[in-house]
């Protein structure tokens, strides 16, 4: 039976199936689609709304403390745009699926996924649990991992493990017999899966970035008590710390989520994006009291200061996360009209479009795909890196 040209549908639902395969992060995040961005545009503006879970205060004795009900949330936007252009012949429209596939969309969505993916990675910056290694990756550090997430009360479900190359040479040897058999191993379809071991799904990324700490020195100090919220005055320091540089200050204990009980371990900090010689933004916020408490204490004057890892070198970065830490969210693109075809599909959360036309000069038909797409680290208490190497 000879083939038959290949349909607009066909062509983006294959597409979008093998871009799935190749986004081994994205694909183990929370991945929103939002019908709120309708079929005719983004109606509703660039921006979704993220709400976060709430928490209380819990009394002690018989006398009422109502409290009032404060919903936080955080704005995800949706607003970059990424997609691949090829022109298709006549004779490549009726090739069969599989060869279109392996010819035309594997190497147009391998590129476009590397690029999603390195895009979504930038989040790594967002997260202030970190196990700091200065040599090879081990297994008791991604215990250590684990231990932060089950602290973080992070759940069960949904947690990965996902490993830069040179990671994953260091760890696959100790790891080798603990994953699952190959059996369970076949019915993946997730590239870069490994196995499933210590209650992660361990996969390997090509794409994870390195960190190079920031030339700051270690002579920073907190410049005044009592500091609380997102940004830090600190003083006698030299350089300023970078966006993603991880540190912790003695005697700012992390405290248990629920019981707002000092769990004894430092809290760790993470610097946001404009750190100078004098202030730094962080991550978390410094909350000392009520329902959002997080450390047991503010910041005493004069206290020092503590980066993890050296000055002005890299590290490399892994990540262990529940997918509640991350979100990615794509939403529907405009279909053109007076063109060949143009259609849009949507496939686990994330929407393509495909666009033709007919060249007639040359016989082809020119074709775009694209995503329209943003991310947001929401809940960074659910991720932890692993800093090795």
């Known amino acids: 039976m000879p083939n038959t040209i290949l349909t607009a549908t066909a062509v983006t639902r294959e597409a979008l199936r093998v871009l799935h395969q190749k986004l081994n992060f994205v694909g183990t995040i929370t991945r929103d689609y939002d019908d709120s961005f309708a079929q005719q545009g983004a109606k509703v503006g660039d921006t979704l ?16 403390a109502a409290q009032d009900t404060v919903e936080n949330t955080v704005d995800l936007k949706v607003q970059t745009q990424k997609g691949v252009d090829l022109n298709f012949t006549s004779v490549d ?31 790594y910056r967002d997260v202030y649990n970190q196990v700091q290694g200065a040599g090879p990756a081990t297994f008791t550090r991604v215990l250590q991992a684990r231990k932060i997430l089950v602290d973080n009360l992070a759940p069960l479900n949904g947690r990965t493990c996902n490993l830069n190359t040179q990671d994953n040479v260091d760890l696959v ?3 080798k017999g603990l994953f699952n058999d190959k059996t369970t191993i ?35 100090i907190v410049n005044g008590a009592g500091q ?8 006698t320091g030299a350089g300023a710390p970078a966006a993603g540089d991880v540190f912790t200050i003695p005697g700012l204990f992390r405290v248990h989520p629920e019981t707002k009980q000092s769990t004894g371990v430092l809290q760790q900090f993470v610097v946001g994006t404009g750190a100078t010689a004098t202030s730094f933004p962080i991550s978390p916020a410094i909350v ?20 993890a890892g050296v000055a002005s070198v890299n590290h490399g970065i892994s990540m262990a ?6 979100a990615f969210a794509t939403a529907d693109m405009v279909l053109p009209s007076g063109v060949d075809f143009a259609s849009r599909e949507v496939f686990d959360g994330v929407s393509m479009r495909i666009v033709r036309n ?4 040359g016989d082809k038909f020119p074709c775009r795909l694209d995503v329209l797409y943003g991310f947001r680290t929401i809940r960074p208490q659910l991720a932890c890196r692993l800093g090795n190497n």
């Open 321 to 326: 996360y529940q997918k509640g830490a991350f």
């Open 358 to 361: 007919y060249d007639i000069n």
């Open 228 to 235: 609380t919220g997102a940004t830090l005055t600190v003083s």
């Open 93 to 123: 429209l009726t090739m069969a699926l599989d060869d279109f596939s392996e010819r035309i969309l594997e190497p147009a969505m391998s590129v476009l996924a590397a690029h999603i993916e390195a895009d979504a990675m930038t989040m």
């Open 173 to 175: 040897d100790a790891l």
């Open 186 to 220: 076949a019915r993946q379809n997730r590239e870069g899966f490994m196995g499933r071991t210590a209650g992660f799904d361990f996969m390997e990324n090509t794409l994870w970035p390195s960190h190079l700490r920031g030339p700051s020195n270690a002579a920073f």
């Open 49 to 64: 709304k993220v709400r976060l879970p709430n928490q209380y205060v819990v009394r002690t004795g018989p006398n009422l």
């Open 288 to 307: 000392t009291s009520g329902a959002w408490q997080n450390v047991s204490a503010s910041p005493a004057n004069g206290a020092a200061i503590n980066f």
